[in-house]
Structure formats: structure tokens, C-alpha cells
């Protein structure tokens, strides 16, 4: 059916952004969660303490997007409403049990894998449920729907540092839980939007089915030199790309103490992220092709020379600027992944694509952090760590830098095949219209000469 363009859709948009703000702000807070960890379940004897809390934050980011091929296969099979439902009571469930551990290592099941699980699986289908209600205005629901993301990477780690200052980690969790509840109910809102015609091969409304092996996971997308391309460089610039997010708040402390306020820090990544976002969203519709490619390169830059600036910052305000220029440039790498995704594979296989690309993201963020964390705790400070952070995006920048010029070739070699096949089929044309010249004439010759 065709997209209603508002209605109940304005609902779902509500609910989608309450969902991308609930799932990010409370991944993108994790620092002042890590900081609270160290301090309930350390201990001065424990010497690896730092590596292996940052696995609780890593492990738990990294499943949201190690997840993301199997939700939208369970997405195309079982609709957005079921799998988001699903999905929050599932994340609810672990994050209820995390505020009930002991000790560090529970924490890697149930807010490492069972609440980042639920989270993935509740935050698909808000995506794609969009496209179902909106078509010409789904650009600026697009835009409404992450800066609830960055609203909540704002405000709550303003609401963290007094939960956990008046009522413990324990407690704290439990309030986080709330907002998981809310998404729960947000699910029910993914109506789907149901055809009159019947089913042409059943001859009943709704009746469900399997799809064909092949369409439920296509991996047609990576016989695209240009997407192999973007699904190696992305992951290979991401290694360093959540420590500043675990490790920043620790880092401040450790330097600063605690005359500062280091949350404000995260105020200032959430602020220009959303900033980014709009902006650089706007400006990729005035850039062709593939060569949005480059404002990726371009924030891939800045955020590896960012992570390095970290250790050289030895005045809060220095901090301040970093973290502004940080986010507006994270802002700028996130908005345009799906416009690269639809110019690179097309609108028929962008879904599964963005799937795949983020499953593999999930690897160097999972890894990143605690590696960040080891060095932290064999050599006591968090410098060497950030300059090793500020590497791997300038890698995967430059990498990324042969997309455009593959990606010309590609479209100029599938231009040349139609011509191709045409000029076959003319010279075929020719071929025969001779043929049966020649045939002809002699006939004609045969005719008049009786």
C-alpha cells in the first residue's frame, strides 16, 4: 500500500525515536556507568580491572550491531511489530537482571549479551517501519528519529551521575529500566500497514510464508567491489571509535580528579552529533554518487586526529573543543551511511546490506575498548591507549578513498553492456536483412524470367 505520509505514521515516529534515543543514550553513557563499575566491583589488588570492565560496555555495543544481519532477517519474516516487542521485553529482562550481580563477570550475559541483544532486535524494525509510513517526508523523519539519540546521549549522563550518587549502581539500573519499558510499549505501535488486494498465491489476507532461501539472505550485495570495499574500510576505522565513549570519564578523573564536571563532556558529544547529523545529512543531497564517500573519509580524519588530541589536552576547556569537534564529525559519519548504502547496492538490497555492514562493525567495537583498557592497566595511563585510538580511523579514511573511482568504473562497464548487446543485435539485424536480400533476388530473377 502507499505510505499515508503522516497519520498514525507522526505515532510510530514518536515511538522510533523514543526507541533510538532509549537504546543509543543508554550505550552512549556507558562511561559514567564504567566509572561507577570500577568503583563498586574493584579492588587495589585487582591489576586488570579497567580491561576487563570495558568488556561489559564493549561486549554490550558491539552485540546491538552483531546482531543487526539476523534482525532483519527476523524482521522480513516475522514483521517489525513482533521482532520490537520481543526484542524490549528480551532487553528489559537482562537489564533488570544486571542490577542484581554481584560481581563484574555476570554482566557480561545479561547487559553484555541479553540487554544489548534485546536493544538490537527492538531497534531495527523502528527503522524500517518508517519507510512503511512515510515516502516523500521520510528524510526529515529520518532526521527527527536519530536526534533522539543524541537528546538522550544530552541529558542522561546528567541523570546517571545523580541517580548513582543518591541511589548506587544497583538501583540506578533498575530506573533504566523504565525507559526499556516504554519501548516495550512503543512496539505495539508498529502497525503494519495491511493491502486490500488478496494474496495472489494463497487467496487469503496475511497468510505467512517463508521466502525463498535466496532472498532471505542475499549476499548478491557483496559481488559489488565498491560495498566490499565499504565493508572493509568501516570496520577497519572503527577499532578506535568507542574507547573515547568508555574511557573518556575514567581518563578525566584520572587527570582532573574530581574538580571537574565530566559529563559534560558526553553534553558536548550529544550536542554536535545531532548538529552533525543535520548538517552534513542536508549537504550529502547536494554531493552525486558515490562521492558522498569522501565526507566519510573526511570524518574518519577528524575523529582519528580528535582521539590523539586527548592525551594532549591538559586543560579541561581543551577537552571541551575536542569533544565538539568529536561529535560533529560522528554526526556527520552516521547520517550518511544509508544515502552510501542506497548509491553503492541500490534501493532492493540496501537493507540486508546496512545489516551485514554493521554486523561486521560490531568487531572492532567490541574489541577496541577493553584492548584501551589493558594498555590503562599496564602502563597507568590512558595516553598511549587514545594516540592508538586516533590510528585506525585514518586506516580505514584512506581506504575508503577508492570507492568513488571503483564505483565510476563499475557504472561505466554495465553502461558499455547494454550498448554492447545492442550493436550484437544490430549486426544480427543486418546479418539476416542480407540474407534474405540475397535470397529474394534470385527468386524475383526466377519469376520474371517466366
Not at 561486549?59 to 543487526?68: E, K
Not at 565513549?245 to 578525566?252: A, R, S
Amino acid at each position: 500500500p502507499e505510505p499515508p505520509e503522516g497519520g498514525w505514521g507522526w505515532v510510530v515516529m514518536l515511538a522510533a525515536m523514543w526507541c533510538n534515543g532509549a537504546v543509543f543514550g543508554i550505550q552512549n553513557s556507558c562511561g559514567v556507568l564504567f566509572v561507577s563499575m570500577l568503583q563498586l566491583f574493584g579492588g587495589d589488588e585487582d591489576k586488570q580491572l579497567a580491561f576487563k570492565t570495558a568488556w561489559v560496555s564493549s561486549l554490550s555495543m558491539g552485540i546491538v550491531f552483531f546482531c543487526s544481519p539476523i534482525v532483519s532477517i527476523f524482521t522480513d519474516l516475522f514483521g517489525c511489530q513482533k521482532v520490537a516487542v520481543i526484542g524490549a521485553a528480551v532487553g528489559f529482562a537482562g537489564l533488570l537482571s544486571s542490577s542484581f550481580v554481584s560481581t563484574i563477570e555476570p554482566l557480561y550475559f545479561t547487559y553484555g549479551v541479553l540487554f544489548a541483544c534485546g536493544c538490537s532486535f527492538a531497534y531495527q524494525p523502528s527503522l524500517v517501519i518508517l519507510g512503511h509510513y512515510f515516502k516523500k517526508r521520510l528524510g526529515l523523519v529520518n532526521g527527527i528519529v536519530t536526534a533522539g539519540s543524541s537528546l538522550f546521549t544530552v541529558s542522561l549522563p546528567f541523570l546517571l551521575r545523580v541517580l548513582i550518587d543518591s541511589v548506587g549502581l544497583y538501583n540506578t539500573l533498575r530506573v533504566l529500566c523504565i525507559l526499556i519499558f516504554i519501548l516495550f510499549l512503543a512496539g505495539f505501535t508498529y502497525k503494519p500497514l495491511v493491502s486490500n488486494a488478496k494474496d495472489k498465491e494463497g487467496g487469503k489476507k496475511g497468510k505467512f510464508r517463508f521466502r525463498p532461501e535466496k532472498k532471505i539472505c542475499n549476499f548478491s550485495v557483496f559481488k559489488i567491489l565498491s560495498y566490499r570495499i565499504w565493508a572493509l574500510g568501516i570496520p577497519a576505522a572503527l577499532f578506535g571509535y568507542f574507547v573515547p565513549y568508555v574511557h573518556l570519564m575514567k581518563h578525566v578523573r584520572d587527570r582532573f580528579g574530581d574538580s571537574v564536571p565530566e559529563e559534560v563532556l558526553l553534553l558536548c558529544l550529544g550536542i554536535t552529533s545531532g548538529v552533525g547529523r543535520l548538517i552534513f545529512g542536508r549537504v550529502a543531497d547536494y554531493i552525486p554518487g558515490a562521492k558522498k564517500v569522501y565526507l566519510q573519509v573526511a570524518s574518519f580524519f577528524f575523529i582519528g586526529l580528535m582521539s590523539m588530541m586527548i592525551p594532549l589536552c591538559h586543560v579541561f576547556g581543551g577537552l571541551i573543543a575536542v569533544c565538539l569537534f568529536m561529535g560533529l564529525f560522528d554526526g556527520c559519519f552516521i547520517c550518511i551511511m544509508a544515502p552510501i548504502a542506497f548509491e553503492l547496492v541500490g534501493a532492493q538490497d540496501v537493507s540486508q546490506a546496512i545489516g551485514f555492514l554493521l554486523g561486521f562493525m560490531s568487531i572492532p567495537m567490541t574489541f577496541g575498548p577493553p584492548i584501551a583498557g589493558w594498555l590503562r592497566d599496564h602502563l597507568g595511563t590512558y595516553d598511549v591507549a587514545f594516540y592508538l585510538a586516533g590510528v585506525p580511523p585514518l586506516i580505514g579514511g584512506a581506504i575508503l578513498c577508492f570507492i568513488p573511482w571503483v564505483h565510476e568504473r563499475q557504472k561505466l562497464k554495465e553502461r558499455a553492456k547494454p550498448i554492447d548487446g545492442e550493436t550484437t543485435e544490430k549486426m544480427l539485424e543486418n546479418e539476416s536483412t542480407m540474407v534474405s536480400d540475397t535470397t529474394e533476388k534470385p527468386v524475383k530473377e526466377m519469376e520474371s524470367g517466366f
